[in-house]
Nanobody, 127 residues
Framework: QVQLVESGGGLVQAGGSLRLSCAASGGTFSRYAMGWFRQAPGKEREFVATINRSGGNTYYADSVKGRFTISRENAKNSVYLQMNSLKPEDTAVYYC????????????????????WGQGTQVTVSS
């Protein structure tokens, strides 16, 4: 029901920061729980972070906990991923994803929970 476009990827040195953005259109953004996933070359897509409709509940993969922060601005139909203390292991294509309209506290974690996906944005961390 929603179209998603990621932006903000790029090349950074280890220890640096990037902020990814995801712009949504075609639906009522505030009704969707949102998430970020990533896929490194030759690897399966993996969960990164998720956020409920209001932004009050979040959940992170252990690999990024304490370094990444997911947030949303419903008035701007946008979700963000602030990435700090980046490591070479964070190199991947990062994808924004949206659920179907959800209950208020819904906090999805699995790929199958999400029905809409963006095209991805490349993040490369060098050292």
């Amino acid at each position: 029901q929603v179209q998603l476009v990621e932006s903000g990827g790029g090349l950074v040195q280890a220890g640096g920061s990037l902020r990814l953005s995801c712009a949504a259109s075609g639906g009522t953004f505030s009704r969707y729980a949102m998430g970020w996933f990533r896929q490194a070359p030759g690897k399966e897509r993996e969960f990164v972070a998720t956020i409920n409709r209001s932004g009050g509940n979040t959940y992170y993969a252990d690999s990024v906990k304490g370094r990444f922060t997911i947030s949303r601005e419903n008035a701007k139909n946008s979700v963000y991923l602030q990435m700090n203390s980046l490591k070479p292991e964070d190199t991947a294509v990062y994808y924004c994803a949206a659920t179907a309209p959800s209950s208020y506290y819904y906090l999805p974690r699995f790929q199958t929970d999400f029905g809409s996906w963006g095209q991805g944005t490349q993040v490369t961390v060098s050292s």
